[in-house]
């Protein structure tokens, strides 16, 4: 399938490109259904991703890092055509657990927890939601309160990605009652640090990775376990959640154009009315909508990634490229679930899989309500 080309890949990002989809094609499309069906997040890929280096794409080199974001968002990409749950436990831990280390981590940290997850010898995950704290994160409730050397966590958090299997979990915790951001702290938990356990949650989609609930008893983290400054650790993570804006609109592409490749192929083969459906022309003009559509969200996204690496400031078009890439991509798997017919809602076919996998990511990240907020607030300034 020809595809348009718009954005200016370097030929060091358009080989990354191949070679991670060579090992999509290989180490994870042949296996992503059963993975889906039975809900197996398959760690090893971990290790083979740590193993290529791919897990170092869009660190700096201070700490062993690859390229920047644009070849973070060409992995997330590719390996979103491949399983969408796979890439989100990916993301979740390079984008976010990672990211989080290498902009505010000590140098303790960054070699006890970010160095190995960059070799993927050790999972993270970002805990931040809450029974009564989604969107609004100054409604987090779990606590954290001094105690000598330590803090002791009390609470619970939900709806974490890599929950269940990550070796730490970057905590969002209250340390005090001042409104706003302030007051609240980022800590590292350890797997199987006294009072820390996980509940696995089951979900619609992004099955082949792990949902969990996080419950926080009394549980004792040392003082050099906070991550960033005491009282404001949130606040000084937002840059990183709005970088993961754009790795979410890469993300959507990639299942998305995966989506489209399937439909185009479809509508060649199955016969309709005397001829292939791609005879028909209300499906062709169906497919060039899908496939506008998705370049312009992945033009977006690599744009604002782009201006990530250029060091400009990029929270707007993150947002806009979120935005538009996500609900394009909900529309394309619809169209290409619809285009398949029975075929496609049946559940070995890749195409419902597609359609129960992408919702969430109009949800995570900030769900677009707040995009629409962010952008309209930017333009009324």
Not at 301 to 306: K, L, T
């Amino acid at each position: 399938m020809k595809q348009a080309k718009f954005f200016n890949f370097t030929d060091e990002q358009l080989e990354f490109k191949y070679q991670v989809d060579r090992f999509v094609k290989k180490e994870i499309r042949p296996f992503a259904q059963q993975w889906d069906e039975e809900e197996i997040c398959p760690l090893e890929i971990f290790e083979k991703l740590g193993e290529l280096e791919y897990l170092k794409a869009g660190f700096p080199e201070s700490v062993d890092g690859v390229g920047g974001m644009v070849d973070m968002l060409l992995l997330i990409e590719g390996l979103a055509a491949g399983s969408a749950g796979v890439a989100l436990a990916v993301y979740v831990h390079m984008g976010l657990a990672c990211a989080t280390l290498e902009s505010l981590g000590t140098e303790e940290q960054i070699e006890k927890y970010l160095k190995p997850g960059l070799q993927g010898k050790k999972i993270g995950c970002w805990a931040y939601a809450e029974p009564n704290a989604g969107a609004d994160v100054t409604s987090v409730q779990l606590e954290a309160k001094e105690d000598g050397d330590h803090y002791i966590l009390n609470g619970s958090k939900l709806y974490i990605t890599n929950g269940s299997i990550a070796d730490f979990a970057v905590v969002v915790a209250r340390t005090s009652d001042e409104p706003g951001l302030k007051g609240i702290s980022l800590f590292i938990v350890e797997k199987g640090q006294s009072g820390f356990t996980s509940n696995v949650m089951k979900k619609l989609g992004m099955r082949s990775s792990k949902l969990a609930e996080l419950v926080f008893k009394d549980c004792k983290v040392p003082k050099n376990q906070m991550l960033g400054p005491l009282h404001l650790g949130f606040r000084s993570s937002i840059k990183v959640l709005s970088k993961g804006r754009a790795i979410a609109s890469a993300f959507a592409v990639g299942i998305g154009m995966e989506a489209l490749r399937q439909t185009v192929e479809h509508t060649k083969i199955r016969q309709q009315g005397g001829g292939p459906l791609a005879m028909q022309q209300s499906i062709r003009f169906t497919l060039a909508n899908m496939e506008t559509r998705l370049e312009a969200a992945r033009l977006m996204a690599y744009s604002a990634a782009e201006l990530i690496d250029k060091g400009k400031d990029f929270d707007l078009e993150c947002s806009i490229a979120k935005l538009y890439a996500t609900e394009s991509t909900t529309w394309c798997c619809e169209r290409a679930l619809h285009l398949h017919g029975a075929q496609g809602y049946m559940m070995d076919s890749d195409i419902q899989r597609f359609y129960r996998d992408c919702k969430v990511l109009e949800i995570g990240e900030g769900t677009n309500e707040i995009q629409r907020e962010m952008i309209s607030g930017a333009l009324l300034r």
